[in-house]
């Protein structure tokens, strides 16, 4: 099967009736499919907005033809897991083949507002595990009791449901996770990175599924490809540090709480800093060539998010010279 080139949805960037076009505009040029980035907060407050992931899926889902998921969504501190089953159950239901699941394990900037006490990572890497393995449950359509470490939930059915449960990706740039993806889902979504790292997360995915005897084939790698696109270089790094400097932190961020500590932190942020983790440039053939290296690296499906406020010219640029000259 060809890979596929989407469009990376940032609802931390763009309020959701403009990006409901942009994502009609992306798919009229050549795009094909929507991941949707699911924030109750923007990373820094010059993005400006974070609208609710599931209402404005349905919209999108309206205005195009493609697949479209959350990524990713975070099923263990601001909702419960049966709801997201529910969700993504209705959404699968009326978006028969389309919707697919992407599930992480969260961030303090999205999900510290109920959590209380933010756990360390392995914790959070295990109440995700087990919440999927509840959503997998639920999407049997029987009923389904559960009484775990992290989750407890009466008896319950999902009533809405689609003919197939949806696909379940996981987000992870770790190994010990990436194992535990390829035992137990359908597929893992990660970002740019070194290519010796990339292969080092496909071998475990890989492992992992090996060790649950499950088929290699229908495992799927999704990637999510940040740039920086402008008319010229000098707007490219303009954009990538105006508008996405959070790009080009080179630290863990999962433990800050706020825009505006990201903000602060964005002040130290220089333009080497996003050297190895983001093209910046003019160039359309550069952008191809980066797309290419990774669609030649194993990756089912790669979806662009160019972090400009230059959507439209972004879009029409790259479906008139760029998405056609892509080889599988």
Avoid at 200 to 207: A, D, G, H, L, T
Avoid at 223 to 252: I, K, V
Avoid at 312 to 320: C, H, L
């Amino acid at each position: 099967m060809a890979a596929k080139i989407g469009y990376a949805a940032m609802l931390e960037q763009f309020h959701p009736t403009e990006l409901v076009g942009l994502c009609a505009l992306a798919e009229s040029n050549g795009f094909d499919g929507v991941m949707a980035a699911d924030h109750l907060q923007p990373w820094v407050p010059q993005q400006g907005q974070a609208s609710f992931v599931w209402a404005f899926m349905a919209a999108a889902a309206e205005r195009t033809r493609g697949d479209i998921g959350p990524g990713v969504t975070c099923p263990t501190f601001r909702t419960h897991p049966v709801v997201i089953a529910q969700a993504a159950a209705t959404l699968a239901a009326m978006y028969p083949g389309r919707f697919w699941l992407g599930l992480g394990s969260g961030e303090a900037l999205n999900e510290h507002v109920v959590a209380g006490y933010w756990p360390e990572a392995p914790e959070r890497i295990n109440r995700m595990f087990e919440a999927i393995d509840l959503i997998q449950r639920l999407f049997s359509g029987k009923d389904v009791k559960h009484d775990g470490r992290f989750f407890k939930m009466e008896t319950v059915r999902l009533w809405t449901m689609p003919q197939e449960p949806p696909p379940i990706y996981v987000a992870t740039a770790g190994p010990v996770t990436a194992r535990r993806t390829g035992k137990t889902v359908d597929g893992l979504i990660t970002v740019g990175a070194p290519e010796e790292k990339i292969e080092m997360i496909f071998q475990k995915c890989r492992q992992g599924r090996a060790e649950a005897d499950r088929d290699p084939a229908t495992f799927r790698f999704i990637g999510q490809l940040h740039l920086s696109w402008a008319e010229t270089d000098e707007q490219a790094l303009e954009n990538a540090m105006t508008e996405w400097p959070n790009g080009g932190m080179r630290f863990p961020k999962q433990d800050i709480r706020s825009p505006q500590d990201f903000e602060q932190m964005a002040k130290l942020v220089r333009p080497e800093d996003f050297k190895g983790r983001m093209l910046i440039s003019s160039d359309l053939e550069a952008h191809r060539r980066e797309i290419q290296r990774f669609i030649d690296f194993g990756f089912d499906q790669v979806y662009l998010h160019n972090v400009g406020r230059n959507q439209r010219e972004w879009i029409e640029a790259f479906g008139r010279e760029v998405l056609p000259a892509l080889t599988s």
